[in-house]
């Protein structure tokens, strides 16, 4: 089991930044990567981000690339999304998720199917 906690959502205004946290623990050795999804009202999920733990690559939503960057702290076993030029249409619950199955191709760490274990998520609230 992996246990993942979001942490850093809240209420930006449009234009800002809000950077997010997720914290993993348990049995994280199983991981082969961890990405980032977002719901908004009424919408289905989403794919925002993806990492794969080993090695690093990083994999972003078009609607997001350029302005948020996913990043990792291998020893702290978390990983961070900071979001810049945040838009009010990107108001949603944001939240991580952790896969214990390789894939070869980049697009399975698209498929919030792939993840095993997701986080409670954390509220992004952008005012326009």
């Known amino acids: 089991q992996v246990q993942l906690v979001e942490s850093g959502g809240g209420l930006v205004q449009a234009g800002g930044s809000l950077r997010l946290s997720c914290a993993a623990s348990?049995?994280?050795?199983?991981?082969?990567?961890m990405g980032w999804f977002r719901q908004a009202p009424g919408k289905e999920r989403e794919f925002v981000a993806a990492?794969?733990?080993?090695?690093?690559?990083?994999y972003y939503a078009d609607s997001v690339k350029g302005r948020f960057t996913l990043s990792r702290d291998i020893a702290k076993n978390t990983v961070y999304l900071q979001m810049n030029s945040l838009k009010p249409e990107e108001t949603a619950d944001y939240y991580c998720?952790?896969?214990?199955?390789?894939?070869?191709?980049?697009?399975?760490?698209?498929?919030?199917?792939?993840?095993?274990?997701w986080g409670q998520g954390t509220q992004v609230t952008v005012s326009s």
């Open positions: 998720a952790a896969a214990s199955t390789y894939y070869s191709g980049n697009i399975y760490y698209t498929l919030g199917s792939t993840y095993d274990y």
């Open positions: 348990g049995r994280t050795s199983s991981r082969y990567a």
């Open positions: 990492t794969r733990w080993s090695g690093g690559s990083t």
